[in-house]
């Protein structure tokens, strides 16, 4: 069995998208190319890092369960601790970013240079916005990690902030064109943070944030309710449980047109010239049998009908041919109505007596003596018999 990783949001929805091509990317480490988008964001996401991180304090991490994070303001305020960082300058700010440029992955000059003051206005916005409306930030790019019951994750945190309640709020920086609440209120990346961030701190998660830079948009949503987390956790136990069977199937779809590894995927590679005769071949002749096999079901089914209408006229059960006997077989089931079995087995506190639903365990209580008559009554009363006739063939033709 492979040792599975700790997964990340995106490497959870990766394999969601396609085990095949999570197993390209994270088992044979396969390298992407790189797209501009993603570069841009990168570095986006860099300069941030480098402009707010003067205003985390440098020891503010967790020295111990139970120790609240410290924001500058409160650590600022303990004597004899020195001064901290200076803020950068707007002027700052953009050699910062001038430095973390990359060309990497656009498709051409124009492209770039259109991206490359998108990212200046962007920041020089948002650098006024947070000189204006100073956060309170606890930590920023934080990698944390933890096991949640059972399942190891990981992730990246842009921000966490002190809120004005005393909790904790994550931040999330978006670079891309659309966003909306509904995408903070459902972003399984947000909630995996929650436990990422419940898992390491000692303070409560207040609030979830998706920041959209280019309208310096707050999405703002509350911290997920338990059942929420457990639908999360249940999804990325499914892709656990993929990962450690080594169940790397290709799951073709939309996502195809931006995946790197077409080539080596088997639903787009093509047949070798050298075995497409014979393969063309195969494949005919499969058409031609699963046509047959469809009009032979058809036949069949009529010739029983006819069968089962001549025995039913004349009130036999066994007809024979000229090799066999056909026989008229006879199966019968019950079926219950569960919305209407189980108020009554409620009524009764009797509801765990029918845990799975099947015909047979109804049947099961209605026989039972130790239960009430009235209540089997009732019980039985939502069930209807389905009685099914088929023709089997025995072997020579019979006396009759
Ligand atoms: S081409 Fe499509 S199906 Fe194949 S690995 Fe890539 S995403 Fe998966």
Redesign the pocket.
Known sequence: MPAVPALSYSSYRTYQE?P??WK?LYVDKLPEAPRGYFTFGRVIHSVLEELVAPLVVPTARRAGENERQRTLDEWHARPGEPSPTRWMTADELLATYDRAWSSEGYTSPEEESRYRALGRELLLRYYEFLVRDRPLPVAVEEHLEARWDGIPVHGYIDRIDRTPTGGLEIVDYKTSRELSNDDARESDQLSLYQVLVESNYAEPVHGLTLYHLRSLTPLRAAPRERAALAGLHDRMGTVIDGIRAEAFE???GR??AR?D??DR?P??RTVPPAEGERLRMLVDRFETLRAEEGRLENELRRTAEELHRAAEQLGVHRVPGTRSVAVRRREEAWQYSLDHVRPLLEQSGLSGRVSSGTPEEVRRLVRDPDVDPELRRKVAETGARRVKWYWELEDGPSES
Request: glycine share 0%; proline share 13%.
């Open positions: 396609c095949l091509r390209f290709p799951a073709p996502h195809c995946c590894f077409r995927c639903e787009f």
